[in-house]
């Protein structure tokens, strides 16, 4: 989704069908997390909703995603009264750890765009189904289950990673390294914009945080980026912190002028 540059298209489908959305880690972004039709990142590091979701669903539109096994668990108690269509632009993805009832192979974006075209001329259709009931059944398990902040002694990760979200006002680009604060900032920062969350995903790299913030700095050298990373990942290449405090962007409008980057 995010490669393919589909995430309006996304919000589009969305809107038009009043359908819930949730993401992969690697898709966070994809979809405003702030959306009423959000339900965040599923699997086994996702909210409680949207695995009650997916596994009550009766129809799975999955698009750019593997159905891997943080996703689905047992394959065999997966989803199992949902009918799916898979949209992959790698056809060696479909059906290869899920079996589909509707394969489509192409780019995201121009599958999107096409499903729209479509769907328009029905939404407005007497035999368009009342979701009204499935979207009261969400909210109930919103309430009953939901994301909360751990209380307790001591200053927790996930009370760190909710104060950053509110402090940006989630206006930042969140870079994490790998591990458990890797979920952490998955769950708890909202990410309402594509490429706005950057992590290295499945088979992580530690050490990927640092340098990654540098790059994106760099590319994007206006925008506040933020590094979420453990003390064993900043180690490994703690070295670029003199890359980041020696070396001056003169296209950066935040650039010093004594050649010491302000960022």
């Given at each position: 989704?995010?490669?393919?540059?589909?995430?309006?298209?996304?919000?589009?489908?969305?809107?038009?069908?009043?359908?819930?959305?949730?993401?992969t880690?690697?898709?966070?972004?994809?979809?405003?997390?702030?959306?009423?039709?959000?339900?965040g990142?599923l699997?086994?590091?996702?909210?409680?909703?949207?695995?009650?979701?997916?596994?009550?669903?009766?129809?799975?539109?999955?698009v750019?995603?593997?159905?891997?096994?943080?996703?689905?668990?047992?394959?065999?108690?997966?989803?199992?009264?949902?009918r799916?269509?898979?949209?992959?632009?790698?056809?060696?993805?479909?059906?290869k750890?899920?079996?589909?009832?509707?394969?489509?192979?192409?780019?995201?974006?121009?599958?999107?765009?096409?499903?729209?075209?479509?769907?328009?001329?029905?939404?407005?259709?007497?035999?368009?189904?009342?979701?009204a009931?499935?979207?009261?059944?969400?909210?109930?398990?919103?309430?009953?289950?939901?994301?909360?902040?751990?209380?307790?002694?001591?200053?927790?990760?996930?009370?760190?990673?909710?104060?950053?979200?509110?402090?940006?006002?989630?206006?930042?680009?969140?870079?994490?390294?790998?591990?458990?604060?890797?979920?952490?900032a998955?769950?708890?920062y909202?990410t309402?914009?594509?490429?706005?969350?950057?992590?290295?995903?499945?088979l992580?790299?530690?050490?990927?945080?640092?340098?990654?913030?540098?790059g994106v700095?760099v590319?994007?050298?206006?925008?506040?980026?933020?590094?979420?990373?453990?003390?064993?990942?900043?180690?490994m290449?703690?070295?670029?912190?003199?890359?980041?405090?020696?070396?001056?962007?003169?296209?950066?409008?935040?650039?010093?002028?004594?050649?010491?980057?302000?960022?």
């Amino acid at each position: 989704m995010i490669a393919a540059e589909a995430s309006r298209e996304l919000r589009e489908l969305a809107r038009l069908l009043d359908i819930p959305v949730t993401t992969t880690l690697m898709a966070k972004g994809a979809f405003p997390e702030t959306h009423r039709l959000s339900l965040g990142m599923l699997g086994m590091h996702g909210t409680s909703y949207a695995n009650y979701v997916m596994m009550e669903s009766d129809l799975i539109v999955a698009v750019g995603a593997r159905f891997d096994d943080r996703i689905t668990g047992r394959l065999d108690t997966f989803a199992t009264r949902a009918r799916k269509i898979h949209i992959d632009i790698d056809p060696a993805e479909i059906g290869k750890n899920v079996p589909v009832d509707v394969p489509i192979v192409g780019d995201a974006k121009k599958v999107l765009k096409d499903l729209i075209e479509v769907i328009k001329p029905l939404t407005g259709d007497s035999r368009k189904k009342d979701l009204a009931p499935w979207h009261r059944q969400i909210s109930k398990w919103k309430k009953e289950y939901p994301l909360l902040v751990p209380e307790g002694d001591g200053l927790k990760p996930q009370y760190v990673v909710d104060q950053i979200y509110r402090v940006t006002k989630g206006d930042a680009v969140v870079v994490t390294d790998v591990g458990q604060h890797q979920m952490w900032a998955a769950q708890f920062y909202k990410t309402t914009r594509p490429r706005h969350f950057i992590s290295s995903g499945g088979l992580g790299t530690m050490g990927f945080g640092l340098p990654a913030s540098i790059g994106v700095k760099v590319g994007v050298p206006d925008a506040r980026v933020v590094n979420i990373a453990g003390d064993g990942s900043v180690q490994m290449n703690s070295q670029e912190l003199a890359t980041a405090c020696s070396t001056r962007y003169p296209w950066s409008s935040r650039s010093s002028t004594t050649g010491t980057s302000a960022w």
